[in-house]
């Protein structure tokens, strides 16, 4: 049988009545802990595997797939609307789609997330039926000193990305690379900077300080305003859909995010996070429309929530072709397979073809059904933002603390909120961008270990960075993003820079 | 909180239709890992088990994550003292980490009742190594230590124990060794059958479908007899004297009296009988090595004291 004729025989099965119910069931369950900060899918998935013994193979799996996908998708409705990140990929979501939401826009921007989630969700589970080998291969090629270059790329796109002052950027970016530092160090497991505190040796919590410092941060900065700005939010002006020029610029980004967010996804250490970081990077640099980044631009929602639905699918890669998890919520899909007696592995793909199949035809099911539930929801969802501001902002401060400790309930992790909650107060106060400060958390751990890794393997001998026909490249790249802007602003020509820019309109 | 509730109500679901006997305990159950890995199933094993079996009318699975379990060990010992309803998963990797992290708890602070499964360190190699056997691998470190480089798991960990052990009985300065520390199976996986590394080491499950399937080849087992599955040769066969198996034990409360301890130690003797217990195991893929009591603690001791050695030797504790 061919490709295709599997797909349509995992349709079938997907379309059986039980089938179907216990997607929805996925897909409920899954946004609404996406919705809750700190609970993801993956500890959803772990609590739901006792109760799912006794039920068929294909149905609990498919409720797992459909919980995956739901919370990739939840965790953009806070960040739209209530500045809180549910989960690390949609942190970027944040910097955009709330300032969107304040300013009356929360509609189209939920509605370009949805869509663009489910463009992505579409696109990227075909590729994943269809190119699994081959992106597969790839991905293999990656190995220690490409990542690090891949990280490099990143960082240098990204922090040249946020924020108007470069020296407030760096120094945010700086922050969160320090605290990146805290904890156990993986290659030699010694313990950096914890001085002594049991829960700081695992390292800060990328959702605890993603949402101390949005959330908390901000409702300290809107309590110290008093009712100076208590007007200054919209619930909704003009209409709550997406108009025919919110269509136009959405449909470019999502494709690119998709691109992005796929392949990303698919490597064993990439991450969800990183897709919405290069797609967030992309868009700023390609949109017609740069001025507004920061004030609410669409693309600027609709490439990073493509990219991070496309990793998703892209992290079902490894998971079916090689066994390997590379997400939280890969490996506990994993222990459901193993649950079910099912070996995900190079020959599950040749031995349960049917499970396969009906894995990857009610992944597509599982995301019609989520644009189907949540479209109709953003009016609702909307209405949020006309609960009066005290009132919101103490819901937003319970929310976020009781998702923290939720995952971890610990006093350290309480304090540590707080703590990085007044942080993000006194940098919205003066004026620094937070999110370098999240994005050099999530990084810097990771580029210091590849880096290692790769020296530790060519045994101390740096040229082996460039050696790799790949990382070769992609430094290159890198380097060359940083040092063009540069050469240009030192030869004067910083104005027509930004001359240019103006033009493009 | 949500998670106590919603064990809680699935525990409920579970346990009607039962009658409980009169005297039997509702267990607390902490496994001191992120919902997911290793401990977390165990712990949520022995919760279906014990209930389906009637061993105990309730069993809540609580997640402490941290630091190899230390972080929940350390919880574990200063909450629990004296209640025999509190039990905690554990393992050899914890071991490890309360040397590593010169955790203030050790296993001393609570009451170890059993090990309940085990695993094999496997070596293997991509099927395109030019490496054939394990002789191979160690002249090749024997002739340059550092050329040989080692993808495995956390550092200090139970791969990374058995490199030094392996180094060690080789007449390799284990100091040399060039372990590149992955945060887990799967990406080590990755880096393995990449090619990005010589060798690779790691849990024989994590292995076995890919060797099965044609795109590895295990080199040699870390048990004292040969491992299920596959017929790789044993390290001591192959003239190593080495013998580690990564197991995972159930410990209780401090401070118990013996009758306690007993009671707790009965309960767990009757899950491991049940036959339960030994369908679970086979879906899975755990192997039984089962040892309680005296036996249990000797081996503990025994495991504390040459992981103490070695990871001086590799120069990880000072």
């Given amino acids: 049988m061919t490709t295709f004729d599997f797909l349509m025989q995992g349709l079938v099965v997907a379309m059986s009545p039980m089938i179907l119910m216990y997607a929805l069931i996925g897909v409920t369950l899954g946004t609404a802990v996406g919705v809750l900060p700190g609970i993801g899918p993956a500890l959803t998935v772990a609590l739901l595997l006792p109760v799912t013994y006794g039920l068929d193979p294909a149905g609990s799996l498919i409720m797992f797939a459909g919980i995956y996908y739901g919370g990739m998708y939840g965790g953009s409705t806070t960040s739209i609307l209530l500045n809180t990140p549910g989960e690390s990929a949609s942190i970027v979501t944040a910097l955009e789609g709330n300032k969107m939401a304040r300013a009356g826009r929360g509609g189209p921007a939920l509605a370009t997330a949805a869509i663009g989630s489910f463009v992505a969700g579409l696109i990227a589970t075909l ?8 992106v597969v291969k790839l991905a293999l090629i990656f190995g220690p000193r490409e990542y690090f270059a891949l990280m490099m790329l990143a960082f240098v796109t990204v922090s040249a990305a946020f924020g108007d002052s470069a020296m407030k950027g760096l120094t945010s970016l700086f922050v969160g690379l320090a605290l990146g530092l805290v904890g156990i160090d993986q290659l030699t497991g010694q313990t950096r900077l914890a001085f002594d505190v049991p829960e700081l040796r695992d390292g800060i919590e990328i959702t605890t300080l993603a949402v101390a410092l949005f959330a908390i941060g901000e409702a300290l900065f809107v309590a110290s305003q008093g009712n100076v700005i208590a007007d200054t939010i919209q619930a909704v002006k003009g209409s709550v859909w997406m108009t025919r020029a919110d269509w136009a610029r959405s449909w470019k980004p999502w494709l690119r995010g998709t691109v992005i967010g796929f392949p990303i996804g698919a490597m064993p250490a990439g991450g969800a996070e990183i897709g919405t970081f290069l797609s967030y990077a992309a868009e700023k640099r390609l949109s017609k429309h740069p001025e507004e980044f920061g004030h609410g631009a669409i693309e600027g929602v609709a490439g990073p929530e493509a990219a991070n639905n496309a990793s998703a699918a892209g992290t079902l890669v490894p998971l079916l072709t090689l066994g390997l998890p590379t997400s939280a919520t890969a490996a506990i899909l994993l222990a459901g397979f193993q649950q079910f007696g099912l070996q995900p592995g190079p020959l599950l793909f040749a031995t349960s073809p049917q499970l396969v199949w009906g894995l990857i035809a009610s ?62 107060f006194l940098m919205r106060l003066y004026g620094y961008p937070i999110a370098p400060a999240v994005v050099g958390l999530i990084l810097g751990p990771m580029a210091e270990q590849h880096l290692r890794r ?30 063009v802007p540069m050469l240009m602003r030192m030869r004067g020509k910083g104005q027509l820079l930004s001359q240019m820019a103006s033009d493009e309109d | 909180m949500k998670h106590t509730l919603l064990s809680a109500a699935f525990a409920a679901a579970l346990v009607t239709g039962f009658a409980a006997p009169a005297l039997a305990t509702d267990y607390m159950i902490m496994a001191p890992a992120a919902p997911g890995g290793g401990w977390d199933s165990t712990a949520r094993s022995m919760q279906e088990v014990l209930q389906t079996e009637g061993i105990s009318p309730s069993v809540q699975v609580q997640n402490v994550p941290g630091a190899g379990g ?65 002789n191979e691998l160690v002249d090749m470190m024997k002739a340059d230590p550092g050329s040989v480089s080692w993808a495995g798991g956390s550092a200090g960990g139970v791969d990374h124990i058995t490199v030094g052990l392996l180094a060690k009985a080789a007449g390799v300065d284990p100091t040399k060794i060039n372990y590149v520390a992955f945060s887990g199976g799967g990406e ?22 890919q060797v099965e399937a044609g795109t590895m080849r295990i080199l040699a087992v870390s048990t004292a007899d040969k491992w299920v599955g596959t017929d790789a040769p044993t390290l001591i066969e192959s003239g190593y004297d080495v013998n580690v198996q990564n197991w995972r034990m159930v410990a209780a409360a401090p401070g118990l009296s013996a009758e306690q301890k007993a009671a707790v130690s ?28 005296a036996d249990f603690d000797a081996q503990l001791a025994k495991d504390v004291e040459s992981t103490t050695t070695i990871l001086k030797e590799i120069g990880l504790v000072k």
Avoid at chain 2, 189 to 203: F, K
Avoid at chain 2, 277 to 293: F, H, N, P
């Fill in chain 1, 363 to 424: 992944l597509l099911v599982a995301n019609i059904m989520l644009l189907v539930l949540n479209l109709p929801m953003i009016r609702l969802w909307v209405k949020l933002l006309m609960i009066p501001k005290p009132w919101l902002y103490a819901g937003i401060l319970v929310f976020a603390t009781l998702g923290t400790i939720g995952i971890n309930p610990s006093p350290v992790e309480l304090a540590m909120l707080l703590i990085f909650g007044v942080m993000g």
């Fill in chain 2, 188 to 209: 080590a996986l990755a880096a393995i059958l990449g090619n990005q590394v010589t060798v690779g080491i790691s849990g024989v499950g994590e292995f076995l479908p």
């Fill in chain 2, 70 to 134: 230390t972080v929940g060990l350390a919880q574990f010992a200063s909450t629990s003292a004296g209640d025999p309803s509190q039990l905690i998963v554990g393992g050899y990797v914890m071991v490890g980490a309360i040397l590593n992290n010169d955790s203030p708890v050790s296993l001393a602070d609570v009451t170890p009742i059993a090990r309940l499964t085990g695993e094999a360190v496997a070596i293997a190699v991509s099927a395109a190594s030019p490496i054939q056997n394990i």
């Fill in chain 1, 127 to 134: 590729a994943l039926a269809f190119l699994a080998p081959y």
């Fill in chain 2, 266 to 293: 009965a309960d767990i003797d009757k899950m491991v009988q049940s036959a339960g217990w030994k369908s679970m195991l086979e879906t899975k893929g755990w192997a039984d090595t089962y040892l309680a009591g």
């Fill in chain 1, 454 to 483: 790769a020296l530790a393997i060519s045994q101390g001998d740096w040229t082996t960075l460039l050696a790799s026909p790949i990382s070769a490249v992609i430094l290159l790249v890198a380097t060359l993003a940083l040092v």
